[in-house]
């Protein structure tokens, strides 16, 4: 990895990583505004998928909170730290240190996160400081800590490059780490390496592999085991390896033991895709297993990780060349979360509480007599704890658990229920809306400090604009906080460079080689030096060093020095949208990242929409013991018979439906406290539809009296899809229905044309002449509706005499509205913005025949490359019905 000195600084430009994923890729924010792939960071060499290539979209301040608010009220900051710091003072000497809690992110940089975790745990001490990584990655460092004895990643993306086998499990690369997937796609596209995808969906990803095992949701534990067998069945093993470097093969195996028509039958696969599946990896040597939230978020989570992990100790796969088993994160920032230790039952870089050694070496480093001794609650159980009375104050930084925890419902009872609720963000979200004093935080692109991504890789994210009025960064505050809590000299950093050599001084301590992560060679940058630092990879022990692969001679953090293979048992167990990332806080406000999928839809297969008699688009209910809620359906041939799936991003703020975690179930992996994400039982049922509508308006309105909908926002305003299982009302009623769903201003002007005989009502409403917002509703579950992008370009316009008949009129419905402009469909590409119709219309005239040639022409695909295998769906949609 090349040290550039000037890493930081190219002329009028500034060096920072992508804050969307694990794959932690580099970008350049030129000085013309744009944001672009950093041709000399490691993760990607200059490309970027469709959510980094529109950072510059997102940095948009309109709705950014830019005051703190105490009771929703503005304060300045004074007021504010001084509440925040006198309340969690009042509360810990009433009712004791566990009676507080922080709940952080993977989106703070390392320095946020590790001076809220020394807050917590070193002073306040308490252990409890949880992190939604919780929800993203916990067992896959459960897994890691029982069987390297440390929290690692052994190996790095080079490997899934140098690789002859490449087993992407729960892990759909395609969409969720577009350019590592791209990596790997550029290696196989020059020599023979086969790609095997488990999953229960036919995802994206599985398009691109040679094998999709569409295993039963959970029965992830039965397959490895069942490798684990074949691979000592056909004597497929390293065991001079295993001899040098590993414990506890054979309880592992033990354990592992099951018939393949038992693996078949447990996992629900064809005994012939198994049989090839197990063949393909006893006969290669170089194996990467790469897994995800598809293994993680599950309550036997940690088992999936430690099962997987046990084939590559088994053969001694694991810290060589295109060799390893290799966990992903899905935030930009997990990892380094995980190097302070975010998660309550980690203490502080890498070491944990189950060792006396390292409580009491923590204690001196920090010189903190408070120190935690026990961990605190992790997220689930946090959350139940503020709901019933155990935690009185609760400090939310840079997430938003009132949509995105399981139950959701119930996690937004406790925020209101809570005594005292402190949420730090950037923009308002349904957790801010439920806060006593909410601090505004700097964003990306005005943050400085570091992140660490799957790989090991510690990059800077460096500012390059002003943060928004008073919004300050998180480390500040919280030292703030803390020195106001009567800890001055512990947290009178000046900068992030302090915080951070403070940071990596401590992974040194008393370390000698013990510890893996070690990055104390970094402890004495200066600050010119951290400004400057190149991206990195751990361990760094002394200035100059760089970290590779790890164990492949041995050397794990385990007592004995060996890789452990741990039992797994089989028992039963109690998803993302390409261009969206979590909550869509971000994302949801990027009209290009909208525009592919719009709405969360339910994924139907086949045989269940014929069941419940659903066609593609129509209303279906869901229900579970928690909640329910009614999406659009889709109809997906690629998922399995009794199964749906539904995606995790939206929230009240896009859509009628709210947040999938309202559904979901809150059973927890016994060792990691991972949530079931991936599993819930539920009942699907048709919802009827009696009228279609559109509504175009400026303003982000929530439409009342609909069974469903969901809002896009455009660049001149919003788009909102409706769907009605009630007959349209008449007359007064009718006003008042349209009002609900309009939200007209005072002294609005008002065009309506109503055809009872047809079943259509049309409104406009105009504010000084502009278009305002525009309503089309249509009865019938087959009505049809003008184009939306064609109306959208005229909201806000200055609407002329001549043109206000065309506003109305069924001229719009052909696809060429007033302003003559025509509409390029659906999203597809949206690097290039890139609509089904062009690409469709260019296929006929040009007689394209592969992606490649979309590519040439309309340049869809050419950039992150997600989009490819839904171009090459469009070819064959195309060709065959030429
Ligand atoms: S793959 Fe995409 S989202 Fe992930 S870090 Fe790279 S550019 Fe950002």
């Known amino acids: 990895m090349a040290r550039d000195a000037e890493a930081g600084a190219l002329a009028g430009t500034v060096r920072s990583t992508c804050p969307y994923c694990g794959v932690g890729c580099g970008v350049v924010a030129q000085a013309d505004g744009q944001v672009v792939g950093d041709t000399d960071h490691p993760a990607n060499r200059g490309r970027l998928c469709s959510k980094g290539s529109a950072l510059a979209e997102t940095l948009k301040d309109g709705e950014r909170l830019t005051r703190p608010l105490i009771d929703g009220r503005a304060a300045d900051w004074t007021q504010a730290l001084d509440l925040v710091a006198q309340r969690f003072k ?97 290696a196989k596209a020059k020599r023979p390496l086969r790609i095997v995808a488990i999953d229960p969906r036919r995802t994206a990803t599985c398009e691109d592999a040679d094998l999709h095992l569409a295993v039963r949701p959970g029965a992830d534990v039965a397959l490895f085991n069942g490798l684990l ?83 590559h100790l088994a053969t001694g796969r694991i810290g060589k060349p295109g060799c390893g088993p290799f966990s992903i994160t899905g935030q930009p920032n997990a990892m380094g979360g995980r190097e302070v230790g975010g998660l309550a039952n980690q203490l502080a870089a890498h070491m944990r509480f189950d060792q006396p050694e390292a409580i009491d070496r923590v204690r001196r480093f920090w010189r903190a007599p408070n120190l935690a001794t026990r961990p605190g609650l992790k997220a689930v ?73 799957s790989e090991r890789v510690i990059s800077r994210q460096r500012p390059f604009r002003p943060a ?70 751990w361990p760094v022990r002394w200035a100059g060093d760089e970290g590779g692969r790890l164990f492949g ?40 990242l909208l525009a592919h999928t719009g709405e969360p839809r339910a994924a139907l297969s086949p045989a269940d929409a014929a069941r419940l008699g659903v066609k593609d688009g129509d209303l279906v209910r869901i229900e579970s013991v928690h909640a329910s809620t009614v999406v659009r359906a889709t109809i997906d041939a690629g998922q399995r018979v009794g199964e749906l799936f539904l995606p995790m991003h939206w929230t009240d703020e896009f859509c009628s439906a709210g947040p999938a975690g309202r559904l979901v179930n809150a059973a927890l992996d016994p060792v990691s406290g991972q949530p079931e994400l991936k599993l819930t039982p539920v009942r699907a049922e048709a919802v009827p539809v009696a009228w279609r509508g559109l509504l175009l308006h400026r303003a982000a309105v929530r439409p009342q009296g609909v069974a469903y909908w969901s809002r896009v926002p455009l660049s001149t305003g919003h788009a909102f899809e409706l769907v009605g299982s009630d007959p349209l009302p008449a007359g007064a009623a009718l006003t008042r229905f349209v009002e609900g769903l309009l939200h007209p201003p005072a002294g609005a002007e008002w065009l309506q044309l109503t055809d009872a005989g047809r079943g259509l009502l049309r409104v406009a409403i105009l504010v000084d002449g502009r278009l305002e917002a525009c309503l089309f509703l249509a009865a019938g579950d087959g009505a049809q509706l003008p184009p939306r992008d064609v109306l959208a370009a005229l909201l806000g316009d200055k609407v002329t005499d001549a043109a206000r008949p065309s506003l109305l009129s069924g001229r719009a419905l052909g696809g060429v509205g007033a302003t003559g402009v025509k509409s390029a469909g659906r999203t597809v590409c949206a ?21 490649e040639e979309i590519g040439a022409c309309l340049k869809a695909g050419t950039n992150c490359g997600s989009c490819i295998s839904e171009l090459k769906e469009i070819l064959r949609d195309v060709h065959a019905s030429a």
């Open 553 to 592: 001679q041995g050397g794990f953090a385990t007592p004995s020095g060996r890789g452990r293979l741990v039992p797994t048992p089989w028992r039963p167990p109690a998803g993302r949208i390409r261009d969206q990332w979590h909550t869509m806080t971000r994302t949801g406000r990027v009209p290009r």
């Open 468 to 537: 928004p009025g008073e919004a300050r960064a998180d480390w500040r505050v919280l030292a703030a906080v803390g020195q106001r809590m009567g800890w001055k000299d512990a947290f009178s950093w000046t900068s992030p460079a302090a915080v951070f050599r403070e940071h990596a001084a401590l992974s040194g301590f008393e370390n000698a080689g013990s510890r893996p992560f070690d990055i104390s060679g970094l402890a004495m940058l200066t600050d010119g030096q951290y400004d400057a630092l190149a991206p990195v990879r």
């Open 381 to 453: 159980e946090m959350f139940d704890a503020v709901l019933d009375g155990r935690i009185k104050a609760l400090w939310i930084i840079a997430t938003n658990p009132a949509d995105s925890l399981p139950r959701a419902d119930r996690v937004r009872e406790a925020l209101a229920r809570c005594p005292f609720v402190v949420v730090s963000d950037c923009w308002p979200n349904d957790t801010t809306a439920l806060a006593d004093v909410v601090l505004p935080a700097a964003g990306w692109g005005e943050r400085d400090g570091t992140v660490t991504n």
């Open 831 to 851: 690097c290039f913005s890139v609509g089904l119709v062009t690409i469709r219309e260019a296929i006929v005239a040009h007689r394209l025949t592969s992606a």
């Open 90 to 186: 009042a509360t810990i000497a009433e009712h004791g240190p566990d009676s507080v809690a922080f709940y952080v992110s993977g989106q703070c940089l390392t320095e946020d996160y590790y001076v809220a975790n020394k807050l917590m745990k070193g002073f306040i001490g308490s252990g409890n400081i949880d992190t939604n990584s919780r929800l993203c990655m916990a067992s896959s460092v459960a897994g890691h800590n029982r069987a390297f004895g440390a929290d690692v990643v052994p190996g790095t993306y080079e490997d899934l490059e140098l690789a002859d086998l490449v087993v992407l499990v729960g892990s759909n690369s395609a969409w969720c780490h577009p350019v590592l997937h791209q990596r790997l796609l550029a």
């Open 229 to 311: 067998a074949h691979l000592a069945d056909q004597d497929a093993l390293d065991h001079t390896w295993m001899a040098a470097h590993a414990e506890g093969f054979e309880a592992a195996l033990a354990a592992a033991r099951q018939t393949a028509s038992q693996t078949a039958a447990l996992t629900g696969l064809d005994p012939a895709d198994l049989a090839r599946f197990y063949q393909w990896f006893a006969s290669t040597p170089r194996v990467v297993t790469v897994y995800s939230q598809g293994v993680n978020q599950s309550s036997v989570g940690t088992d999936k990780v430690n099962a997987i992990i046990n084939c």
